[in-house]
């Protein structure tokens, strides 16, 4: 028979042997499922509240008429656009709604603004697209019902299933001292996030469902204590028998389980103490622990007694002794596929100085037609973009280069070659304004009034545009323009390289006595 006080103790050793990735992946889940609860409690707050003002005339006395009730209604619901109506949502719900808008210009102001003024990300890009696409033209009923479409989507495909892989987490910290944190994405890395959602939305299903009659809802909540832990170790089990196999796990043992989560209210209260601070990084993470101990004990005693489905949790190598190293993810009975390569192209190949040099004057061609059509189309006007007179904005040509090169040993790393582009492009364009300032005592671009500018210098929706921009070069245009210009004989190369540098040379001379500037180059306010 288990003993409360052992549960707690290995569960202590588990948190002290692996506390930092444990506290940060406990941190991360409490974030996104809190989110996920203060939603909760605002939507059905304020549908109470709109279905009052809209129908019943809740903040009228009974012999108030009811035309006066419908015009009041009138007044307040109808001469307002859709996006105030949505923040009016969320600040009935006790969000605090920021009125003023900070940023000004660019596509991510609107979504900034907006997510700030209501209070809620999810509602704050809904308003937003509302007013960049529809010119805020749909209902604030559309918004408020996408949004909780929106908000359950996310909990059935994503928060439950994170859970899963939360346990998973978990379960191989328990044996493995250098379990990543990555674990948590085990669901889908076994390609059986699908059944997962199955199942975790079943249970859901059924514990609401019993909750309706109040002790049958807290008598089912322990029954169905262990899905997640079941289906974090076996992701094929079927629902009917990961349910089922809970329950007759956690027959006899519901009522010590509620002791088990009864002897934490001194922790309760200590954490009450502290604002909350130490549950998040203690108590918290010691509360998941100790159920996936719970989860161990009866383990143990089902298979020592044969239950009937106790043949599903058949991955021994969770039961091992605590030991160095990772879960030997090739030996898991589940095989595990391999990783999808998404982009085909040779990235990794090399460069010649003359493609180089063939790939500045490229980058600098497309950048200075991109700006000159954002213009066109922006203003109705041609306009001559950059310090120069040629048909080249340098400093795209000079940013496309340099991921090329100076982030060759980061190729095989997307997710830092994406970072470390924003942070190079973000460093050529800020010295590059500054250089420009300081020498011609005028501006050929400003981003004051754009979300997250520094100086007016650079701004987070350039950086955005530049990282993806040079991703693509490094991992598509570049190795295209490669095999493109080295079918092209060296000589002709050549010749055609030191015609372009010639005349390039020729104009950055003239542009820097006589600068390119005037009505929508450096007056373009």
Known sequence: MWRIGKLK????RVLKGHYFGIIVTCIIMMAVMGTLDTFEKSTIKNIGHYMNQMGDGFFFDDETPLNDVQSAVDTDIKDKGSSEIVEDFMEEAGVEEVSTQKWTKGVLAV??????GAGNMVYGILNALNQLIFKDKIGAGIIILVGVIVYAAVWILFINTLLVGFYRYLLECRVYKNTRMNRILFPWSVKHGGNVVRIMLLRSVYTFLWSLTIVGGIIKSYSYRLVPIIVAENPQISAKEAILLSRKMMD???????????????????????????????IDPYKYLTNMELYMELRKKAKAEGMAGADKLCDTLLEGEPCEGQYPINEYFIPTPDAKRWIQTDYNCSYSITT?????????????????????FKDGAFVNRGVSYGPWL????????LVLVVLKKLRDKPVLTFLATMVL????????????????????WDYSGYFMNLNGRICLEGLLVFAIGGCAAIYMIGPALNGLFEKIPKKYKIIICTVLITVFVADQTYSHFVPNSGKGITDYN
């Open 111 to 116: 979504f900034a603004n907006n997510a700030e």
């Open 9 to 12: 103790k290995n569960a202590r």
């Open 252 to 282: 006899g043992n519901k009522f010590k389980a509620f002791l088990l989560d009864i002897s934490f209210i001194g922790w309760a209260i200590l954490d009450a103490c502290t604002l909350g601070l130490l549950g998040k990084l203690f």
């Open 425 to 444: 492009c973000g460093f050529v364009e800020y010295f590059t304004s500054l250089f420009l300032e300081m020498t011609k005592g005028m501006k050929w």
């Open 356 to 376: 180089l040099i063939l790939i500045f004057f490229t980058f600098s061609c497309v950048g200075w037609l991109w700006e000159v059509s954002l213009h066109l």
């Open 394 to 401: 340098p400093i795209y040509g000079a940013g496309g280069v």
